[in-house]
């Protein structure tokens, strides 16, 4: 019933196609761009509930404060302490190489506003763990949701790096002002 529900929604009445043609192996890393407003997150929900993928996410903390920390949690929220540095790459990567099976979205851009250094994160902890990066943007211009490439970390980060932010650059954010691939 949700899945049909969120079918209705996404598709039928706010008008947004899917082309997703990479597997989603046991385990994988959603790098998901761009992140330029809150809507991302209730698209990107709508689409998993539609499509049938459960992922967890990563957010920053303060979103888990008060009555949406566990609604945050149970849909499978992460916490996110920006101010601090913590071993969390380390610790998601052992996490996965653990797990039977492991899905991890994360937007490289790691906030809404304007960022043209992307975020790493991701990538490590898909290099870390040997899992495949599977690239997913998010086009509000064509209403697209799509998926057409996965991404090996190989270790030459300033190479890797390079193809993922290619792949993004002719998507279009809600906020389009707010979303570059930085310097490639």
Request: hydrophobic residues 40%.
């Amino acid at each position: 019933m949700w899945k049909s529900f969120c079918r209705w929604l996404l598709y039928r009445r706010m008008g947004w196609t899917a082309d997703v043609t990479e597997a989603h192996p046991a385990k994988f890393i959603i790098c998901l761009a761009p992140h330029t407003s809150n809507w991302d997150f209730i698209i990107g929900r709508l689409f998993a509930g539609a499509e049938g993928i459960t992922s967890n996410f990563l957010m920053k903390r303060e979103w888990f404060r008060g009555p949406l920390g566990p609604f945050f949690r149970r849909m499978g929220g992460i916490p996110v302490w920006r101010s601090k540095h913590t071993s969390m790459t380390d610790n998601l990567a052992e996490t996965a190489r653990a797990s039977e099976t492991f899905h991890l979205c994360i937007t490289p851009e790691g906030t809404r506003s304007l960022n043209p250094e992307w975020k790493k994160g991701f990538y490590y902890i898909a290099l870390k763990s040997g899992m495949p990066i599977l690239l997913y943007g998010v086009d509000y211009k064509r209403r697209l949701i799509q998926c057409t490439r996965t991404v090996i970390p190989t270790g030459d980060i300033d190479s890797d790096m390079r193809e993922i932010k290619l792949y993004f650059k002719d998507f279009t954010g809600r906020n389009p002002e707010k979303f570059t691939i930085g310097e490639v």
